[in-house]
């Protein structure tokens, strides 16, 4: 999957889970006990923070991953007209594989808003899926031990029979991290065992999920 393609389905992914109305997993509010966890802060990725411009993010890279800049591939998105930053870090954790890791900036900000990190297929050709699968387990019980707006917040919710949204959940500032499983559907004649292996992860951390800075056509320009 190119890293136009990936930023892309960040944001449709989202959309799909708000147009579903999918039942989701909620925290209680009526819980006897009081509400000890601490608040997430969702604020980029690493080194690499929201606000940031393009050279702060480049350096961001390469103190995450020793990366120099001639190695970070730079797109512009034909219609959102967003700039990605991308690479592919062989091993960004000890489980989960090889993983592609994109940094999207603004359309007028030029600053960073989102970051798109993607597991399994369309990243490498032999997928591990019980890796990705493993991946997703840990990160989803590390995500799950702060708080979180009771609106949106989803564990394990299934979508579709190819979309899992394995946890999604919001800051105080509105801010969101969404993390999807996803799985293709068989094509004709596939074996549905063989499918399964082509699992894709894909984790997102967005600044504004409502609202992303993305070119858009006002009412009345048209």
């Not at 894709?200 to 504004?208: A, H, I």
């Amino acid at each position: 999957m190119s890293l136009r393609k990936t930023a892309s389905l960040a944001i449709s992914i989202f959309l799909v889970t708000l147009v579903t109305g999918v039942a989701i997993a909620k925290t209680s509010t009526k819980d006897s006990k009081p509400q000890t966890k601490k608040w997430a802060i969702i604020d980029g990725f690493r080194s690499a923070k929201f606000g940031m411009d393009k050279k702060k993010v480049t350096r961001a890279i390469a103190k995450d991953f020793k990366i120099s800049a001639r190695k970070v591939k730079v797109n512009i998105h034909p219609t959102e007209k967003t700039t990605t930053l991308g690479v592919t870090v062989p091993k960004l954790m000890a489980a989960g594989g090889t993983a592609e890791v994109t940094y999207i900036l603004g359309q007028k900000s030029k600053q960073l808003m989102q970051v798109n990190v993607v597991w399994g297929i369309g990243v490498t050709k032999d997928v591990n899926n019980k890796e990705v699968i493993a991946i997703a387990n840990l990160l989803r019980t590390h995500f799950i031990k702060k708080r979180y707006q009771e609106d949106m917040f989803a564990a394990n919710a299934k979508v579709s029979d190819t979309l899992l949204v394995v946890f999604r959940g919001k800051d105080k500032k509105g801010r969101m991290v969404v993390m999807s499983l996803i799985t293709p559907s068989p094509k004709e004649g596939e074996d549905k065992k063989k499918t399964k292996q082509k699992v894709q992860l894909l984790l997102s951390y967005k600044l504004d999920p409502a609202s992303p800075d993305v070119l858009t056509i006002k009412e009345g320009e048209f």
